[in-house]
Nanobody, 126 residues
């Protein structure tokens, strides 16, 4: 099973930036579309951003568009989520996920992803 390990979460103030990283344990990282999801207690897990296997296509949720940037470095088996201008409503556990299927322009959904990281907590204070 492919293992994904997130890092980079923490406690920051509103307006600050964080960069999340997700390292995959597979030698076939480049074939996976990668996504970031987040979840808060009592809420559904929501898609934040996604990037195709080549890095040529991306998706962003409206709530983060213009503030977050997803990228990947296939040589390092790593996907990143650069989060700028953080808001308290961005506070959540952020999960990295890998999708072995074909890229789709539709909103990423949880069940389409084959592998998941353990999550990293992001807390943004007012």
């Amino acid at each position: 099973q492919v293992q994904l390990v997130e890092s980079g979460g923490g406690l920051v103030q509103a307006g600050d930036s964080l960069r999340l990283s997700c390292v995959a344990s597979t030698r076939s990282f480049s074939i996976y579309n990668m996504g970031w999801f987040r979840q808060v207690p009592g809420k559904e897990r929501e898609s934040v951003a996604a990037i195709s296997w080549s890095g040529g296509r991306t998706y962003y949720a409206d709530s983060v568009k213009g503030r977050f940037t997803i990228s990947r470095d296939n040589a390092k088996n790593t996907v990143y989520l650069q989060m700028d201008s953080l808001k308290p409503e961005d506070s959540a556990v952020y999960y990295c996920a890998a999708d072995g299927g074909a890229w789709s322009p539709k909103v990423p959904v949880q069940y389409e992803y084959d592998y998941w990281g353990q999550g990293t907590q992001v807390t943004v204070s007012s």
